[in-house]
């Protein structure tokens, strides 16, 4: 891993996990779970994990075949990262009885820097040059400007003085939220909002280089000289270069601004006060009844460096917490699956009734995990840490394939609103028999399965004579559905809609029962009728067109006769519905837009999609819409992200969460590379479809225009 032994990256986070807590059994702790949540990150290209059996080295694995983050972080940083959030917990429970003298201000102020350490760095430089210049320093907005500048070296990319001031609102929002009561908020002269300082700043400045040094990104060199004007003669190390070289120069601009010597450096250059003259931590209010919080944490600072190493025990216990990790998650079989956001449970999988889940995501949202329950343990399966939404671009995907075969895939897209994402989460088995499995396992208990209670992941453990019989079920099922799939086949063959008639003027058969269709709807053929000659269409329909203006009751007499006719005419030989056939060709497919069926006229019916009374618009007068894709998980879920895209983009639709909320479902299949979309209104009516071949983004763009076409010329008529 970036060329470091797992000890000594180990025994680097154990140091900043101590620092921050200050307790030994807590550090430990932390590092092993962020450990665990390292090894199982999602990566956009996707990983793959390797399960290595007891008693071959712990690190098996050859550098070209471990995960490299192409986004922001090398892995050395995501783990740093990883040890902020797993810390969080325990600084929590000992802030709850910290008590409120000296040592408790420095205990809490470790927690404020480290807190607002990982809220910027996790977005870009520029949030961490507001962060360190505004919230913990107490430099102007134009000064902080001119650091910024120094530090991107590139004019056109500093933000206007508006931007740093709704974006440090932003970022003390979110410090508040997680120092809820601890912290207050003070007017200054002009109205400026900044939190209630300390009295006493000189006590505090040499903790606050210290925790800087520790929170600085590992492994960064400083690339700020001593003596040089970063605006006038520029840093050539924080130039871009490309945007395979951005990450890294992002990375040595963060260390820049964060690490006390290079930071000093930069301001002196620059003309301002020292760091330390305008120092302004906040005051911490805390409870003056607590008296035991203290401990082992001691004075905030003192002997938090002076910690000896991990003992070869401890190494042996954190790796053998991972071993067991990924022992468990090999033989783990689908049950069950949770979706954890930042802590708290979001969503539901259960793999017994769907392959995918999908929930709305906060834009503040830093840690998606998924997890599940093997006996009384819980078993993290995969993790991935959000981009934030202002720095996200598009759709993001990632994806990580476990130990046991296992394929997690989450899809972050944007939704309507702009403060939240929709998350899709899929789960496939890439083993050709675990999926055959799975799948018997879904058809064989079924509709039962929504009443059963609940399950987990179990070790998967099957006799061999129970993967015959398996087998054997599976090779059954499959001769029967072929065999029916043939029959059916045959009976169509004896009558069906004629083979001439494209598929969006293909209608069921009327009985004496059903509706009678709207005046001036296209006439619908029985299935059971036989067709006839294209010529003999052609005049019939040219005999049929002054019928047309024929009044309702009229109408509803003809169908009902044609009905009964239809009822009591034999069926015709396959003989002769082959001649006809011969007589109307089919017509040949194309890679392009299908035809498509009129709006408000002839519309095919399918089950309602709404439980409400809505009313049954028409196409022109459509608004809100709701997306739904059906297929491969990944490209389904590819695929809605562009349609949403799409239709916001479009100006006349808006996108609902639900379905009785939407004036018609937008209703998308994948199959391979073709794309069928069909619209269709509250009653299940089909008002509108099309067929395309391409790319999600050619598909999407393609069905969104075709879409506005047709409903603008509805319009006009």
């Known amino acids: 891993m970036n060329n470091l032994s797992?000890?000594?990256?180990?025994?680097?986070?154990?140091?900043?996990?101590?620092?921050?807590?200050?307790?030994?059994?807590?550090?430990?702790?932390?590092?092993?779970?962020?450990?665990?949540?390292?090894?199982?990150?999602?990566?956009?290209?996707?990983?793959?994990?390797?399960?290595?059996?007891?008693?071959?080295?712990?690190?098996?694995?050859?550098?070209?075949?471990?995960?490299?983050?192409?986004?922001?972080?090398?892995?050395?940083?995501?783990?740093?990262?990883?040890?902020?959030?797993?810390?969080?917990?325990?600084?929590?429970?000992?802030?709850?009885?910290?008590?409120?003298?000296?040592g408790g201000q420095r205990e809490m102020l470790i927690h404020y820097l480290k807190h607002l350490v990982r809220i910027t760095t996790r977005r870009n430089s520029f949030y961490v040059t507001l962060g360190i210049s505004r919230l913990l320093y107490n430099y102007t907005t134009a000064e902080t400007m001119e650091v910024y500048n120094a530090v991107i070296q590139d004019p056109e990319r500093v933000k206007d003085d508006y931007y740093y001031r709704s974006r440090k609102g932003v970022l003390m929002q979110e410090l508040k939220k997680r120092f809820d009561g601890l912290i207050s908020v003070a007017r200054g002269p002009r109205g400026e909002e900044r939190f209630h300082a300390s009295s006493e700043q000189s006590r505090f400045i040499e903790l606050v280089k210290e925790a800087l040094t520790f929170f600085t990104p590992w492994y960064t060199p400083c690339l700020v000289p001593a003596g040089v004007n970063p605006i006038m003669d520029g840093i050539a190390g924080f130039e871009s270069h490309g945007a395979k070289e951005e990450d890294k120069i992002e990375v040595?601009?963060?260390?820049?601004?964060?690490?006390?010597?290079?930071?000093?450096?930069?301001?002196?250059?620059?003309?301002?006060?020292?760091?330390?003259?305008?120092?302004?931590?906040?005051?911490?209010?805390?409870?003056?009844?607590?008296?035991?919080?203290?401990?082992?944490?001691?004075?905030?600072?003192?002997?938090?460096?002076?910690q000896s190493p991990l003992s070869g025990i401890e190494l042996d216990d954190i790796k053998g917490h991972l071993d067991g990790q990924s022992a468990r998650r090999k033989k783990a079989y689908a049950g069950l699956l949770r979706v954890v956001v930042d802590g708290h449970e979001r969503a539901r999988l259960d793999l017994l009734r769907a392959s995918s889940t999908r929930f709305s995501l906060d834009a503040d949202a830093e840690l998606i995990e998924v997890r599940t329950q093997v006996g009384e343990d819980d078993l993290l399966l995969a993790s991935h840490l959000c981009a934030p939404r202002e720095s996200a671009s598009g759709i993001e995907n990632a994806s990580i394939v476990l130990e046991g075969g296992q394929k997690i895939a989450l899809t972050v897209s944007p939704a309507s609103d702009e403060d939240e994402s929709i998350v899709t989460v899929a789960y496939r088995e890439t083993s050709p028999f675990k999926a055959a499995a799975l799948s018997w396992k879904r058809f064989t208990q079924g509709a039962a399965s929504r009443n059963s209670e609940r399950r987990s992941w179990m070790p998967v453990r099957v006799p061999a004579l129970a993967l015959a019989l398996a087998l054997l079920a599976l090779c059954t099922f499959g001769v029967m559905q072929f065999l029916r799939q043939r029959n059916q086949s045959n009976h169509s063959l004896a009558g069906t809609v004629p083979a001439t008639l494209p598929s969006n003027q293909v209608k069921p058969a009327l009985s004496n029962n059903s509706p009678t269709p709207p005046t001036g709807a296209v006439a619908a053929a029985s299935p059971l009728a036989p067709a006839a000659p294209v010529e003999k269409q052609e005049r019939a329909s040219q005999r049929s067109e002054p019928r047309r203006k024929a009044s309702a009751p009229?109408?509803?007499?003809?169908?009902?006769?044609?009905?009964?006719?239809?009822?009591?005419?034999?069926s015709r030989s396959i003989e002769e519905q082959r001649r006809r056939e011969t007589v109307a060709p089919k017509r040949p497919e194309v890679n392009v837009p299908s035809e498509r069926t009129r709006p408000e006229s002839g519309a095919t019916r399918e089950m309602p999609i709404s439980s409400k009374t809505l009313p049954a618009l028409p196409l022109s007068e459509v608004r809100k819409i709701y997306v739904e894709v059906n297929g491969d998980d990944a490209d389904g879920a590819s695929l809605r992200g562009k349609l949403i895209e799409n239709l916001n983009a479009s100006g006349k639709f808006a996108l609902v969460e639900t379905k009785d909320e939407a004036d018609a479902l937008l209703r998308a299949t994948v199959t391979g590379t073709n794309v069928g979309a069909v619209l269709i209104n509250p009653r299940g009516e089909t008002i509108w479809r099309v067929n395309y071949t391409g790319s999600n983004e050619s598909v999407a763009a393609g069905i969104v225009k075709e879409l506005l076409d047709v409903a603008s010329k509805n319009r006009r008529h």
């Open 6 to 102: 797992m000890e000594e990256l180990l025994n680097k986070a154990f140091s900043l996990a101590c620092f921050i807590l200050g307790e030994r059994d807590a550090a430990l702790r932390t590092v092993a779970e962020a450990m665990a949540r390292l090894d199982v990150t999602t990566a956009a290209q996707g990983k793959r994990l390797y399960y290595k059996p007891s008693g071959t080295a712990w690190l098996g694995q050859e550098k070209a075949d471990r995960y490299r983050n192409k986004v922001l972080f090398s892995e050395t940083h995501l783990l740093q990262r990883l040890v902020y959030i797993a810390s969080e917990p325990y600084e929590e429970r000992s802030e709850e009885t910290m008590a409120a003298s000296e």
């Open 252 to 306: 040595d601009r963060i260390h820049a601004v964060l690490h006390p010597d290079c930071h000093g450096r930069l301001v002196e250059a620059l003309g301002f006060d020292e760091p330390a003259s305008r120092l302004e931590v906040p005051h911490f209010f805390l409870s003056q009844e607590s008296g035991g919080g203290e401990g082992k944490r001691g004075s905030g600072g003192g002997n938090r460096r002076q």
């Open 554 to 570: 009229e109408a509803a007499a003809t169908n009902e006769t044609n009905a009964t006719n239809v009822k009591n005419e034999p």
